[in-house]
């Protein structure tokens, strides 16, 4: 099963891709030089880790309301997590500290709804069906993150 999903999520024509933060916009490169909450290991070092697990605390809530049950490409293959499990968290701080530029990949398959983890706070996004762009809106929203832009999807653009 774990190959014929991959190959399916690998075979998935993606309409819209785009990128999601706990910023409200693309940090400049000022910005991000000063920023002590851009990172785990620079929140850590400027003793300002309280305010970079607030909004960490956002990005797991936002993933773990998404669905019961999501895709993680974990140890080389697709594997079923519950979103409310120790593990699939540990999947999620693994990537938004990235530790080792570990970074996830979690399918939704109720959405058809791919995310990648990302540098500096941000994470990809890629979207099958444009009718679920205004669940997934909200669901961002609600959890105060932001999306800080939305494309037609390119497969060269993939490669985040």
């Known amino acids: 099963m774990n190959n014929c999903l991959s190959s399916n999520i690998e075979e998935i024509k993606w309409s819209k891709m785009g990128y999601i933060s706990v910023f409200d916009h693309w940090l400049d490169e000022v910005e991000a030089d000063e920023c002590k909450i851009l ?11 309280d305010e970079y697990l607030d909004s960490e605390k956002k990005f797991i809530n936002f993933y773990t309301s998404l669905s019961d049950q999501a895709y993680c490409f974990y140890k080389d293959s697709w594997q079923l997590f519950n979103t409310n499990s120790e593990k699939f968290e540990r999947i999620l701080k693994r990537s938004l500290r990235e530790e080792r530029l570990d970074f996830f990949d979690i399918y939704y398959p109720n959405y058809s709804l791919r995310f990648k983890g990302g540098h500096d706070r ?39």
């Open 122 to 160: 941000t994470d990809a996004f890629f979207i099958e069906d444009i009718r679920f762009l205004s669940d997934l809106s909200k669901a961002v929203e609600i959890n105060g993150l932001f999306i800080l832009s939305i494309q037609d999807y390119s497969e060269d653009l993939d490669r985040v």
């Open 39 to 49: 990172c785990y290991s620079i929140a850590k070092d400027s003793d300002v880790l």
